[in-house]
């Protein structure tokens, strides 16, 4: 049975599914990159990837409009994030246990209003895939790369703009400058509030479309705690990355990868015990994490609140 894996069809079905699942992690991952390059770590990336799924789902089944939907997830994550900026910025709140709260708040009422709204699971007509000519026809490369709904291209088009704003505009320079030294940018004129502000909502957003991705564009159902976790995984993606977009989507394929291979195991009923490889990600997630946190250089103010002096 094991050596069913290694039919061409079953390796182009996992890495397709690689490619695939990979983008939920990126959303969220390069968003959290965002918030913590400047010096905020955000721990809630689950709630607000919950809220953004239901949100998404809920107005994509009722209006029947996708694009509505997906507005809709990017709104009540913009919002969770306004909310954990104000808390973090503002209040000085430490952002471990802030954070947190907020993953608890989306879970809990991801689960309310999906009992109150809807009560039963649904499914809906998600993101068709997008057919490229020539290059969807190419055999094998097609089916894995050019054979993906918009969400997933979206996803893998944000890595180089990430990269482009975190290195190569005064925008980004003025993030990183927050993340290291916030004393030293706010003394040449650099609004350390607002430029956290900005990181953390954009990465609410970012975790919103996350969400929807899940219910409208990649599972295409909501259920009560359907992210199972993806969005910690993505905070450990940043910390894989080197908070660099490019080491992000490295650990975002490395994780898609090793999920889809725990999928197909159960597709083809490979005797392996479904709890064991259901861990397969999460045993990832804390091996990659003890082999990289002490190996990289996470920025001098991360989680680190800044007053600034009068």
Same mark, same amino acid.
């Given at each position: 049975?094991?050596?069913?894996?290694?039919?061409?069809?079953?390796?182009?079905?996992? %890495?397709?599914?690689?490619?695939?699942?990979?983008?939920?992690?990126?959303?969220?991952?390069?968003?959290?990159?965002?918030?913590?390059?400047?010096?905020? %770590? /955000?721990?809630?990336?689950?709630?607000?990837?919950?809220?953004?799924?239901?949100?998404?789902?809920?107005?994509?089944?009722?209006?029947?409009?996708?694009?509505?939907?997906?507005?809709?997830?990017?709104?009540?994550?913009?919002?969770?994030?306004?909310?954990?900026?104000?808390?973090?910025? /503002? $209040?000085?709140?430490?952002?471990?246990?802030?954070?947190?709260?907020?993953?608890?708040?989306?879970?809990?009422?991801?689960?309310?209003?999906?009992?109150?709204?809807?009560?039963?699971?649904?499914?809906?007509?998600?993101?068709?895939?997008?057919?490229?000519?020539?290059?969807?026809?190419?055999?094998?490369?097609?089916?894995?790369?050019?054979?993906? /709904?918009?969400?997933?291209?979206?996803?893998?088009?944000?890595?180089?703009?990430?990269?482009?704003?975190?290195?190569?505009?005064?925008?980004?320079?003025?993030?990183?400058?927050?993340?290291?030294?916030?004393?030293?940018?706010?003394?040449?004129?650099?609004?350390?509030?607002?430029?956290?502000?900005?990181?953390?909502?954009?990465?609410?957003?970012?975790?919103?479309?996350?969400?929807?991705? $899940?219910?409208?564009?990649?599972?295409?159902?909501?259920?009560?705690?359907?992210?199972?976790?993806?969005?910690?995984?993505?905070?450990?993606?940043?910390?894989?990355?080197?908070?660099?977009?490019?080491?992000?989507?490295?650990?975002?394929? %490395?994780?898609?990868?090793?999920?889809?291979?725990?999928?197909?195991?159960?597709?083809?009923?490979?005797?392996?015990?479904?709890?064991?490889?259901?861990?397969?990600?999460?045993?990832?997630?804390?091996?990659?994490?003890?082999?990289?946190?002490?190996?990289?250089?996470?920025?001098?103010?991360?989680?680190?609140?800044?007053?600034?002096?009068?």
């Amino acid at each position: 049975m094991i050596t069913d894996l290694l039919s061409t069809t079953v390796l182009i079905g996992i %890495l397709a599914s690689g490619i695939r699942l990979a983008t939920p992690y990126l959303y969220a991952a390069i968003g959290e990159t965002f918030g913590q390059k400047s010096g905020v %770590l /955000n721990l809630g990336v689950e709630g607000q990837m919950l809220l953004g799924c239901f949100a998404a789902f809920y107005v994509a089944y009722t209006t029947g409009n996708l694009w509505l939907g997906l507005l809709a997830a990017m709104f009540v994550g913009a919002l969770m994030g306004l909310a954990m900026a104000f808390v973090t910025v /503002n $209040l000085h709140a430490q952002q471990g246990i802030s954070g947190i709260g907020f993953y608890l708040f989306g879970l809990g009422m991801s689960e309310l209003l999906f009992q109150r709204l809807m009560g039963t699971v649904e499914t809906v007509k998600g993101f068709p895939k997008i057919y490229i000519p020539g290059l969807s026809d190419i055999p094998g490369l097609g089916e894995i790369f050019f054979n993906q /709904n918009i969400l997933v291209y979206g996803a893998y088009l944000l890595v180089p703009l990430a990269w482009f704003v975190l290195n190569k505009t005064t925008l980004g320079l003025k993030i990183r400058a927050v993340g290291e030294n916030p004393d030293a940018a706010d003394s040449l004129g650099v609004n350390v509030a607002r430029v956290r502000y900005f990181t953390i909502i954009l990465g609410g957003t970012l975790s919103g479309i996350a969400g929807a991705s $899940l219910s409208i564009a990649l599972l295409n159902v909501f259920q009560q705690n359907m992210t199972s976790g993806l969005g910690f995984i993505a905070v450990a993606l940043v910390y894989f990355g080197g908070w660099k977009p490019v080491g992000v989507l490295g650990g975002a394929l %490395l994780f898609s990868m090793v999920n889809s291979l725990q999928l197909w195991i159960q597709v083809l009923g490979i005797p392996v015990p479904s709890d064991i490889a259901v861990m397969m990600p999460y045993v990832l997630t804390i091996l990659v994490l003890v082999a990289t946190v002490s190996r990289v250089r996470s920025p001098s103010a991360l989680s680190k609140p800044f007053e600034r002096e009068s």
